[in-house]
């Protein structure tokens, strides 16, 4: 069974940077897409950044400029390099892996546990 496991969330001033992490664990053989949604309260999850295999990137309007996704296919970890970071960046912030394909066949929808990012003004 896959696992994803984030670090690296906390508290930091307007301005300030922070980089998250996002370990995938487990008999994996491949993963195309892995990406960061947040969710800050009362508002929906919503995609932050996402990255393929090849190192396509997606970026949410908001953070581009300012965050920026890259991920280690042999360590099957992705990152969030946050800078400049505004008080609206204040959120829980996902790991996600759509599909992920392990020895045992296919694990789909999967995510992390959240670490919350807190941004002060």
């Known amino acids: 069974q896959v696992r994803l496991v984030e670090s690296g969330g906390g508290l930091v001033q307007a301005g300030g940077s922070l980089r998250l992490s996002c370990a995938a664990s487990?008999?994996?053989?491949?993963?195309?897409?892995m990406g960061w949604y947040r969710q800050a309260p009362g508002k929906q999850r919503e995609l932050v950044a996402d990255?393929?295999?090849?190192?396509?990137?997606n970026y949410a309007d908001s953070v581009k400029g300012r965050f920026t996704i890259s991920r280690d296919k042999v360590k099957n970890t992705v990152y969030l390099q946050m800078d400049n970071l505004k008080p609206e960046d204040t959120a829980v912030y996902y790991c996600?892996?759509?599909?992920?394909?392990?020895?045992?066949?296919?694990?789909?929808?999967?995510w992390g546990q959240g670490t919350l990012v807190t941004v002060s003004s």
């Open positions: 990255i393929t295999t090849g190192s396509s990137t």
């Open positions: 487990g008999s994996i053989l491949s993963i195309n897409v």
């Open positions: 996600s892996a759509p599909a992920v394909l392990t020895t045992s066949g296919w694990n789909l929808g999967l």
